[in-house]
């Protein structure tokens, strides 16, 4: 009753910092979901802020943007790749690559009927597990 005093009373900014009206849009776009109760929708929110929080610090801990003290793309990519808890991301955060490289690896994947990274990203990647 308290969560729901606040809402109503326009503090829901400070409890969350995703806009509401944009979590119910892609609540609603599944098929299943005909309404949506305002505290599962705050909870979603609530839940979906703290879990891009969680990704992002677990990434810039485990990434090099350490080291520049910054977060990078490719910080988030390694963990979606890496990290088990995260590898559901992994089609969504995929590894940049040059867009010539990936044209060789779709002619490759034609040829041999899998897609191969170079050997020397694997040993990159080997390094950094090490570190």
Do not use: W
């Not at 910092?17 to 944009?22: A, C, I």
């Not at 044209?103 to 990159?124: F, H, N, P, T, Y």
Request: negative net charge; proline residues 2%.
């Amino acid at each position: 009753a308290e969560m729901a005093a606040a809402r109503l009373s326009g503090s829901e900014n400070r409890l969350v910092s995703l806009p509401l009206s944009r979590i119910r849009v892609i609540m609603k776009s599944s098929p299943e979901v005909s309404s949506i109760n305002q505290d599962a929708l705050f909870l979603t929110a609530k839940a979906t802020e703290l879990f891009v929080q969680y990704l992002a610090t677990y990434s810039y801990k485990h990434g090099r943007g350490k080291e520049k003290n910054a977060l990078t793309y490719t910080d988030l990519s390694h963990t979606a790749e890496e990290c088990e808890t995260f590898q559901f991301l992994a089609d969504i955060l995929p590894k940049k690559i040059l867009a010539s490289k990936y044209l060789k690896m779709l002619e490759k994947e034609k040829q041999d009927g899998e897609v191969r990274e170079d050997d020397d990203e694997a040993e990159e990647e080997e390094d950094e597990n090490e570190a």
